[in-house]
């Protein structure tokens, strides 16, 4: 059972344009919600994490927006550069006691192109 | 210090063999992780351990066994693999339970770079 739904699968943007990625989730105990960067090779990097009050939250031009009545939020990237070009995961956090449970969306490959 | 240090990057093991995975970090972080990652998946996990105790396992085959010496090690012994366990292998650490606070991002996973696994 996938408790957070990632879209697209694949996003192919010119360099300039605005990167959009959305994800949903389910289960009303989260309460956390990170984006992971992920280049070929490497290990997933934490890119920008938003809480369940704040509806948005920018870190230069990477911006997550957070819809907590719809259950969903979304990464947008402006000024896309090919040096963007990764493997995006959202993910969603549940504490507990032995630790940070994190359900992963699916990811999202992104290209940017010169 | 803020990185997960991982060894090997790369490993190449036959189906009889043993073998094992490193991970260490200094971050004072007591809950420490084993993903698995196959090819354009999420990573999914396998183990937790909290204050060097194994508190989760996600119905992993026993030919995979955890071990945490201490606070700031995590080790992954291999024997007996397949080669669908071909995969990479990512350690994680965070902060325990609810340090920082409710809906802090205090105890957000960071993650090694991974051991690339071939199983042959």
């Known amino acids: 059972q996938q408790q957070v739904k990632q879209s697209p699968q694949s996003l192919i943007v010119q360099k300039g344009g605005i990167s959009i990625i959305n994800c949903a989730y389910e289960?009303?105990?989260?309460?956390?919600f990170p984006w992971y960067q992920q280049f070929p090779g490497k290990g997933p990097a934490l890119l920008i994490a938003i809480r369940p009050d704040v509806s948005e939250k920018k870190e230069g031009r990477f911006t997550i927006s957070f819809n907590k009545s719809a259950k969903q939020f979304s990464l947008h990237i402006m000024d896309s550069q090919p040096g963007d070009s990764a493997t995006y995961f959202c993910?969603?956090?549940?504490?507990?006691?032995?630790?940070?449970?994190?359900?992963f969306g699916e990811g999202t490959q992104l290209t940017v192109n010169p | 210090d803020t990185e997960v240090t991982q060894t090997p990057k790369h490993l190449v093991m036959g189906m009889t063999n043993k073998k094992s995975l490193k991970c260490e970090q200094h971050m004072g972080h007591r809950a420490m992780y084993w993903y698995k990652q196959k090819a354009k998946k999420p990573p999914e996990l396998m183990f937790v351990?909290?204050?060097?105790?194994?508190?989760i396992n996600e119905s992993v085959p026993s030919r995979f066994s955890p071990e945490c010496p201490n606070s700031s090690l995590l080790n992954l012994h291999l024997h007996a693999l397949q080669p669908e366990d071909s995969a990479l292998y990512l350690c994680?650490?965070?902060?325990?339970?609810?340090?920082?606070?409710?809906?802090?991002?205090?105890?957000?996973?960071?993650f090694g770079a991974g051991s690339r696994l071939t199983v042959l």
């Open positions: 993910a969603a956090r549940r504490r507990e006691t032995s630790g940070s449970r994190l359900t």
């Open positions: 289960n009303t105990a989260f309460d956390y």
């Open positions: 994680a650490s965070s902060l325990l339970g609810l340090a920082g606070g409710p809906h802090s991002g205090a105890n957000v996973l960071t």
């Open positions: 351990y909290s204050y060097e105790k194994l508190s």
